[in-house]
């Protein structure tokens, strides 16, 4: 009863939130609930292919019946460049193949990351009890990324263009790969200051991992460009931004791990200068780690990603993007709660 309490208080903060949003910006609100109506079609057109193959007749969309407050903050990143195409007034059947590119390249990292964590997580699954779950993941991967040459095909003009824009993706994909094998501490004892963390890491495996909505209409809208490329600046911001909130999140994680971690980088370089890194790792694993010790430097943290992501959001606008700093902090707070941060909400500079 009280889970069923604490759910039911949850939904109905969620719903404040969304009319707080509407009220603050009815333009904003509209084009959001636009790109949730088209995020179906893009759901509907990925499951048309799926069901072309037997194998993708076992394919599961647990997102699609969700209510529209949940269904839109499962899709949250999805909607989020739907609206941006919309905004930029990009016909309707490119930008619902652009939404089918970034659902297939949402499937396809999933299934990576699904892989690598033994999971079965994500938009889109396989059912299937004739493969293991690292063939299901394959295999959904092996169908997505066809659906995704699909859909480049149908918004280019040869098959040149075709091969180009998958290239990019593919080039975009590696410089991922390679901002996530950095992640590792070479050095044992010594982690690179925040800024440089920010720069070699957080660029990428944060940064790029957002502009990959991008590559395929800025490759392929020509008189979009320069709108376009804001949106680019503004959707890296976003990126590193979450990336930083990401890190506050899994410091605990990182350091068992031996991976960098913004937070602790925070923590050795911009305290008091009385920790290093090997004493913060030999802390945790003694289990004597506790963040509420660095309550200060954490919503240093926090306030540093907001500041980032409120920059995201002013290069949108620039882009023509229908988003105001009150607006953007709405959204902003959205994020939180996904993440889980909502004290730490409370108490930024936003809160």
Not at 112 to 129: F, H, T, Y
Not at 179 to 185: C, H
Not at 190 to 212: A, S
Request: charged letters at 20%.
């Amino acid at each position: 009863m009280d889970k069923t309490i604490r759910q039911v208080k949850k939904d109905y903060h969620r719903f404040q939130d969304f009319v707080k949003l509407g009220l603050q910006g009815p333009r904003l609100i509209a084009l959001l609930n636009r790109a949730v109506k088209e995020h179906h079609f893009v759901e509907n057109l990925f499951a048309e292919h799926m069901q072309r193959g037997v194998c993708g007749s076992h394919a599961e969309f647990p997102y699609v019946n969700l209510p529209r407050h949940q269904y839109f903050e499962r899709n949250f990143f999805s909607v989020l460049f739907l609206s941006v195409f919309v905004s930029l007034d990009i016909p309707l059947y490119r930008r619902l193949r652009y939404g089918l590119i970034l659902h297939c390249l949402r499937t396809i990292v999933t299934n990576a990351d699904n892989i690598l964590d033994k999971e079965q997580k994500g938009a889109v699954r396989l059912q299937s009890e004739q493969a293991n779950p690292v063939l299901r993941n394959y295999l959904l991967t092996l169908m997505s990324q066809r659906i995704l040459s699909q859909a480049i095909h149908e918004v280019t003009d040869s098959d040149a263009e075709t091969a180009r824009i998958e290239i990019k993706l593919v080039d975009s994909l590696y410089s991922i790969a390679a901002g996530e094998s950095i992640t590792s501490m070479a050095d044992k004892d010594k982690i690179p200051h925040p800024e440089t963390l920010i720069q070699t890491v957080h660029e990428k495996i944060g940064g790029e991992l957002l502009r990959l909505s991008l590559v395929a209409p800025i490759e392929n809208e020509k008189a979009l460009s320069e709108p376009l490329h804001l949106a680019e600046k503004g959707i890296l911001s976003i990126g590193v931004a979450l990336q930083m909130l990401d890190d506050v999140v899994d410091i605990e994680e990182d350091l068992c791990a031996n991976k960098t971690n913004l937070l602790a980088s925070w923590i050795i370089h911009h305290g008091d200068g009385s920790l290093t890194w090997k004493q913060l790792r030999q802390s945790q694993a003694n289990a004597q780690f506790s963040i509420s010790s660095f309550a200060a430097i954490r919503m240093e943290v926090v306030n540093a990603a907001i500041q980032k992501a409120l920059e995201g959001f002013h290069w949108l606008a620039q882009a023509g993007y229908p988003i105001k700093q009150n607006q953007a902090a709405s959204v902003l707070k959205i994020m939180f709660r996904l993440r889980g941060l909502e004290n730490e909400w409370n108490s930024s500079i936003c809160g």
